[in-house]
């Protein structure tokens, strides 16, 4: 399980680090890469009512605040920084929290332009492994497909205790 969570991790870290924005412009600037992107949206494949308040969503977000301070750092010396942010389940227990956020960091090239880019962000795990991402930046922001067969997000069971459900995640990084 712990593999599990590296691996989401990495990989939502590599996402992250595909795109990127200028912070010191007076409006986000589309057609530049560098820049800091922040998590937006955490959308799975179903929606869920994590936070139990009667209303699901789709955008996870919207049901935690342990997504607060995701984001992706595209610097023009193709470097990033990615901070990793997500709930932690304890399946055994039904309990749940915030995740530490974890912070990785490595290389970025690009295919395309400014605008519309694929960018392949390479970095070292959390277990020292090297592992590389794929994200997509059009405009100002950057998504990341999380959808390997490992791939679950945080739900609820019919007793509405905490537990992970098998599925996709699509991140939205926004400059």
């Given at each position: 399980?712990?593999?599990?969570?590296?691996?989401?991790?990495?990989?939502?870290?590599?996402?992250?680090?595909?795109?990127?924005?200028?912070d010191d412009d007076d409006?986000?600037?589309?057609?530049?890469?560098?820049?800091?992107?922040?998590?937006?949206?955490?959308?799975?494949?179903?929606?869920?009512?994590?936070?139990?308040?009667?209303?699901?969503?789709?955008?996870?977000?919207?049901?935690?605040?342990?997504?607060?301070?995701?984001?992706?750092?595209?610097?023009?010396?193709?470097?990033?920084?990615?901070?990793?942010?997500?709930?932690?389940?304890?399946?055994?227990?039904?309990?749940?929290?915030?995740?530490?956020?974890?912070?990785?960091?490595?290389?970025?090239?690009?295919?395309?332009?400014?605008t519309d880019a694929i960018?392949?962000?390479?970095?070292?795990?959390e277990t020292g492994d090297?592992?590389?991402?794929?994200?997509?930046?059009?405009?100002?922001?950057?998504?990341?497909?999380?959808?390997?067969?490992?791939?679950?997000?945080?739900?609820?069971?019919?007793?509405?205790?905490?537990?992970?459900?098998?599925?996709?995640?699509?991140?939205?990084?926004?400059?």
């Amino acid at each position: 399980m712990k593999k599990i969570h590296l691996l989401a991790g990495a990989l939502l870290l590599s996402g992250a680090l595909f795109t990127a924005c200028s912070d010191d412009d007076d409006a986000p600037n589309a057609t530049t890469i560098e820049g800091t992107y922040e998590l937006e949206e955490v959308n799975t494949a179903e929606a869920t009512d994590f936070d139990m308040d009667g209303d699901s969503h789709i955008d996870q977000t919207e049901e935690s605040n342990c997504y607060d301070s995701g984001r992706i750092t595209i610097n023009s010396d193709n470097t990033f920084t990615y901070v990793h942010t997500a709930i932690l389940i304890d399946e055994a227990t039904g309990q749940a929290g915030c995740a530490n956020p974890v912070t990785l960091s490595g290389t970025w090239e690009a295919e395309g332009t400014g605008t519309d880019a694929i960018l392949t962000l390479t970095y070292e795990d959390e277990t020292g492994d090297n592992a590389t991402a794929f994200v997509t930046k059009q405009g100002n922001k950057i998504t990341w497909e999380n959808d390997n067969i490992l791939s679950r997000y945080p739900d609820r069971d019919a007793e509405g205790g905490a537990i992970y459900t098998p599925g996709s995640i699509n991140y939205v990084y926004e400059k």
